[in-house]
């Protein structure tokens, strides 16, 4: 089971914990003023009597053999309820298995069975043209790759924090962040702070009313839609900036600064790595790439400076790309924590050789609200905050 454990590993430690519960149960004597043998024993408390002792132990409460299929909200499910949600899950996967079919009978031969480099190389290559042109198209294109990212990635957020015990609220998750950036293209910080306050509201109102809610899965919901749509608002800020076709370029620089980050971090690190960055976190980053990796975030920090409309030094270039190179990295190890506490690998499977858009946009959440900080307290683009 993703992110769990499998049910033969269940009953075997329900097994375990009856047997240790049978042998490590207290044994006392009997006091002489009571009925039946003085030198009997009494186990568990006087529950059970010595002879008892080879009796089975009633079943426990919380025995997962005894325990309906499925999570807790679906306890209530009649036969007939269960029978048609499985029929639909298989009417679902065959459909998917016909277009899988479908597509693979029109691929060039040589094109198929491709190695896992090549499955990788042709996602980032699709992941990257998609990314330039809607940059590059217009304030509304690119408005609608952030939305559409901000809600598949709060999906995948969502859906992890899931198998850690936790039961957001996905549907309201998720319309707030696809929410955060229409409102800061619209009504700028206002915007924002209006959805946030609609988004507690309703949160509010799920809580009172669904008993089941508690209050960390309320924190769950509102984070979930803070982390995954309102941080990629500053992409937003940036462009709304600078006129048309710098504040794409200057976004599209930004871009490049978090890939060359993650690029050079991988490259080094993968060679020279030797002294690890946050080993419990995630073993393969090491400082040598973390070093390697804020060269190349500077990089086109350096090439921002020189847009025009942009008022950057040199200085202020690179310290802003150390910044937010460091910031980039942050957000990459956030993500990671959140997948380890989850017991995933990869937060989707949306995009094949590289996981889920989650794990390429975890470090451009934290990049992107830091370089509209930067650049608009710094006075490099002009934005009028309120």
Not at 31 to 55: A, K, M, P, V, Y
Not at 93 to 119: F, G, H, I, M
Not at 329 to 337: F, K, P, Q, T
């Amino acid at each position: 089971m993703r992110g769990g454990i499998s049910e033969d590993e269940k009953k075997s430690r329900a097994r375990a914990a009856r047997e240790r519960l049978r042998q490590s149960a207290p044994r006392r004597k009997r006091s002489e003023g009571c009925e039946g043998n003085e030198t009997g024993e009494r186990i568990g408390f006087g529950l059970l009597s010595e002879e008892d002792e080879g009796r089975e132990l009633p079943p426990l409460v919380c025995d997962p053999e005894m325990a309906p299929p499925g999570p807790p909200w679906h306890y209530d499910l009649t036969d007939e309820e269960a029978q048609a949600r499985q029929e639909k899950r298989e009417e679902r996967q065959e459909k998917r298995d016909q277009l899988k079919q479908r597509a693979l009978d029109k691929t060039p031969e040589k094109l198929r069975n491709p190695s896992d480099l090549q499955v990788r190389f042709r996602t980032g290559a699709v992941y990257t043209a998609v990314t330039i042109v809607c940059v590059l198209a217009g304030n509304v294109p690119m408005l609608l790759m952030i939305m559409a990212v901000a809600g598949i990635c709060a999906g995948e957020f969502f859906y992890m924090l899931r198998s850690d015990a936790k039961l957001p609220n996905e549907m309201l998750g998720i319309i707030a962040a696809v929410l955060y950036p229409l409102s800061v293209y619209l009504g700028g910080l206002i915007g924002a702070m209006l959805v946030s306050l609609a988004l507690l509201l309703a949160l509010l109102v799920w809580y009172v009313f669904w008993l089941k809610a508690r209050i960390p899965d309320v924190g769950v919901s509102f984070f979930g839609a803070a982390y995954t749509g309102l941080l990629l608002c500053g992409l937003i800020v940036i462009r709304a900036s600078l006129p048309a076709p710098w504040g794409g370029v200057v976004v599209l620089l930004l871009f490049l600064s978090v890939w060359a980050n993650d690029a050079f971090a991988y490259l080094v690190g993968s060679k020279i790595g030797r002294h690890k960055l946050a080993p419990r976190t995630s073993p393969k980053k090491s400082w040598e790439g973390f070093f390697a990796g804020l060269v190349g975030s500077v990089l086109f920090w350096c090439a921002i400076s020189f847009v025009p409309g942009v008022t950057m030094t040199l200085v202020q270039a690179i310290a802003f790309g150390v910044v937010a190179g460091c910031m980039g990295v942050l957000g990459d190890l956030a993500e990671s924590r959140i997948k380890r506490n989850s017991g995933f690998k990869d937060s989707g499977t949306i995009m094949p050789g590289h996981g889920g858009l989650l794990d390429r946009s975890d470090s451009l959440f934290l990049t992107s609200i830091t370089a509209a900080i930067l650049m608009v307290a710094g006075g490099c683009i002009p934005y009028t905050l309120f």
